[in-house]
């Protein structure tokens, strides 16, 4: 054991823990970036599974003119071939490649179940079929012709392409996204048409800057389609340097219903936007009254998108409407835009527009002139192949001889020195050019020689022979300016990149773009009196907090229904386009739109779930809001303040806290004052009373207040602003009103004890 560890001991390399954890850490970063997160700029894939699945399509034989194979055979080919994962992985990445509503162009055809723009999953592997789409066709186009470098696969039995030849940048076409270790990537699509039009200005003028190629390349061409309503100059920065972001919205349109009444109907959505979740955002927006002039939805998609959206009103602007959908939900989006590639495979770096189109440009002459160089090694093989069919036809009779008599007739064919061949011909126009060359055979030309047919023997064939020779020559001379002249390059694959625009660019089907660009056009807040017709409503709202609107000046008397045990409590005369407001015994007021209120039908809704009322806090207060009227508020301590009205409208469900309030003290008065008010009345549990005048108190936005009345025992229990003239008025046990004209003696300082209230004064210690 001893001899066991101290060998190794000796093995053992010791090394700092900071130093072995950040170069295995940067080894793994190093992998995420470069294999599995950013995409390469020359073939537009971010991640090896895209290659393995194309290309295993094409090993599979499952071209676009070929008959669709199930996906499980291709996710099981893949699998055991090239990317030794889980099939699941490998069928969801090989179902996007395939989604029409994710992919501008999509690069697998898929027959079946393959999700859907509501989020929906696609069907089991075993369910669907797909084959490769013209398009990824044309992204392997080449590969046979050592256009690109192959490694091997992950057991070194085969080998797969480290990159796609690529006929079009795909990189742009059909973006990408993905986030790495420190850096992240996200391309949106773009129009096919467009950046075939900005590659070949840019192989026109190599110089060209990144302005200029906006005149080609508009903007994001999405698959969903949409409104772009991000501003030029800001587009053109975005490309410039490589980040930004893009505002996205909903392409919509008003749908006449007649006698006045319209919908609006929203026919495509903003890119990678789910329809199911964006319907279930715009269902809150009603349900909440976050947007009130918005009725109800429908979704009357079927293939196409179509979401009809139904107004409130027939008074509601259109525009007004959408402008608060769009600031509400994911009918606006932003797409961010962050250009961070792979240059040559290996170094990530965020590029410009032109930045990339160039890595595309460069990477398309590398594969011309690999194409072009295995031409002409074919080109070569085929020359020596038929200068040894020449020398045969021509020493027919000597090579008969030799194949059969001689016991090794390759190695005699190879020996003979055929420099000194007599050319047989019947006349001048039959004879045949000897091929140049040393005089012998090399071993190809022998092994074409003896696995030649005999049918090929015929005098035909030795015109054939010459003519194809001569025009491979021909062609070997073109092939050899052409690696040898960059005009030349770039004439070539501009007339490549003109062809495959013509097969499918804009007039092709689903070539044309689909995103529109428009003005965002900011839409200034309307009241929202000005959006819902003005119609009178009585609301009523019950002991319990169940509130409704009935339609119509209700007679205040009349006698309403509620739930069992429950009874009225606040019954008044509003309009629909009134505020209301309510005040709770936490201080806090809150706003609530009449016109969002339920009908009067059935027996109305909490209006707890209309804002965020605690359970333990009660509401003291309802009515609608009146512009200029000033508030008393008051607390059970005995402080209290003036407020305007427009100091208390709450802008969000949680109310505004006016009364700030200590400990378990709670607010117990909230009453308006008239014009001509000009004296307080105060009453506490001691049921004495104090009056003082109206100036003594302070108007504040919010805040505790100052203390009306000096209690010993007990606290505050109402107050109430009136006109010393008219006297002080309430109603004694027997239901009667009556008014006390006679007041000095209850009439003080402001935060004194008062004195016991008059004969006949309620026992409930409330004014009327």
Not at 6 to 28: C, H, M
Not at 231 to 240: F, K, L, N, Q
Not at 438 to 463: F, P, V
Not at 477 to 498: K, N, P, S, V, Y
Request: proline share 4%; with cysteine.
């Amino acid at each position: 054991m001893s001899e066991q560890s101290d060998s190794f001991d000796e093995k053992r390399e010791v090394e700092p823990l900071s130093r072995a954890i950040g170069t295995r850490y940067l080894q793994y970063a190093l992998s995420t970036i470069m294999h599995r997160a950013l995409p390469d700029a020359r073939d537009g894939l971010k991640h090896q599974i895209h290659r393995r699945i194309l290309f295993a399509m094409r090993e599979l034989r499952a071209n676009f003119e070929r008959r669709h194979r199930k996906s499980a055979k291709i996710s099981g080919d893949v699998m055991g071939n090239y990317h030794p994962h889980g099939d699941a992985a490998i069928y969801d990445a090989m179902a996007r490649l395939a989604q029409d509503f994710n992919l501008r162009y999509p690069l697998v055809d898929g027959q079946g179940n393959f999700g859907n723009i509501d989020g929906d999953n696609p069907a089991a592997s075993r369910y669907t079929e797909a084959r490769m789409t013209a398009m990824a066709e044309a992204l392997l186009e080449g590969l046979d012709e050592n256009a690109v470098d192959f490694r091997p696969n992950y057991d070194g039995t085969l080998s797969e392409p480290e990159v796609l030849a690529a006929a079009f940048p795909n990189l742009l076409a059909n973006g990408a996204s993905g986030i790495a270790v420190g850096m992240a990537t996200n391309i949106p699509p773009h129009n096919l048409d467009e950046l075939i039009a900005a590659c070949l200005h840019l192989i026109k003028t190599p110089d060209a800057r990144d302005e200029t190629l906006l005149n080609y390349i508009q903007g994001p061409d999405f698959p969903t389609g949409g409104v772009i309503v991000e501003p030029r100059d800001s587009i053109a920065e975005t490309y410039r340097t490589g980040r930004g972001a893009f505002r996205l919205r909903a392409k919509w349109e008003v749908e006449d219903q007649g006698r006045g009444s319209w919908v609006i109907v929203v026919t495509e959505i903003p890119f990678q936007v789910q329809k199911s979740k964006l319907i279930e955002k715009l269902a809150e927006l009603i349900q909440t009254k976050k947007v009130p002039i918005l009725a109800d939805l429908r979704d009357e998609s079927t293939e196409d998108i179509r979401i009809v959206l139904e107004p409130r009103s027939r008074n509601v602007d259109p525009e007004v409407l959408m402008g608060m959908l769009f600031r509400n939900s994911d009918l606006e989006t932003r797409f961010s835009l962050n250009m961070n590639v792979l240059i040559d495979g290996r170094v990530p770096k965020v590029c410009s527009l032109k930045d990339v189109l160039r890595a595309f440009l460069d990477h398309r002459r590398e594969v011309l002139i690999r194409r072009t160089e295995h031409r002409l090694g074919k080109i070569d093989h085929r020359l020596e192949v038929l200068e040894g069919f020449l020398i045969a036809f021509l020493n027919l009779d000597r090579v008969i001889d030799i194949i059969r008599y001689d016991a090794d007739p390759k190695a005699a064919l190879m020996r003979e020195d055929w420099s000194r061949t007599f050319i047989r011909a019947t006349s001048e126009a039959d004879y045949l050019t000897p091929p140049a060359g040393e005089g012998e055979l090399t071993e190809t030309q022998a092994d074409a020689i003896l696995n030649m047919r005999l049918r090929s023997l015929r005098r035909l064939e030795e015109m054939e022979l010459q003519r194809e020779r001569d025009a491979l020559m021909e062609e070997r001379a073109g092939l050899e300016d052409l690696l040898e002249t960059d005009d030349l390059q770039w004439g070539r694959i501009a007339e490549e990149l003109r062809e495959f625009r013509k097969k499918f660019g804009a007039s092709a089907e689903g070539g044309a773009r689909r995103t529109a660009f428009a003005e965002a056009g900011d839409i200034e807040d309307v009241p929202l009196e000005a959006m819902i017709e003005r119609e009178p409503i009585t609301v009523v709202c019950s002991a319990m907090g169940w509130v409704r609107a009935v339609k119509g000046h209700v007679d205040l008397g009349t006698e309403m229904k509620f739930r069992d045990g429950d009874t009225g409590r606040f019954l008044f005369h509003a309009e629909t386009t009134d505020k209301l407001l309510a005040f709770a015994s936490n201080g806090r007021f809150y706003t609530i739109q009449a016109s969002s209120l339920p009908g009067g039908r059935g027996l109305g809704e909490p209006l707890r779930l209309m804002v965020d009322l605690p359970n333990e806090a009660e509401i003291l207060a309802f009515f609608p809001y009146q512009a200029g009227v000033k508030l008393l508020l008051a607390s059970y301590a005995g402080d209290g303040f003036l407020v305007a009205q427009d100091e208390v409208l709450a802008q969000t469900r949680t109310g505004r806290q006016v009364l700030n309030l200590r400990d378990d003290v709670r607010a117990v008065v909230c009453r308006s004052l008239a014009a001509e008010d000009d004296h307080v009345a105060v009453v506490g549990e001691n049921r004495k009373v104090l009056i003082f005048p109206l100036d003594e108190l302070p108007e504040l936005g919010r805040g505790k207040g100052v203390r009306l009345q000096k209690y010993k025992d007990g606290g505050l229990v109402d107050a109430r602003g009136f006109r010393l003239a008219d006297g002080l008025s309430w109603s004694d046990p027997a239901g009667r009103t009556r008014t006390e004209m006679e007041l000095d003696e209850w009439i003080g300082k402001r935060a004194t004890a008062g004195r016991m209230a008059p004969r006949g004064f309620p026992r409930d210690n409330r004014f009327t």
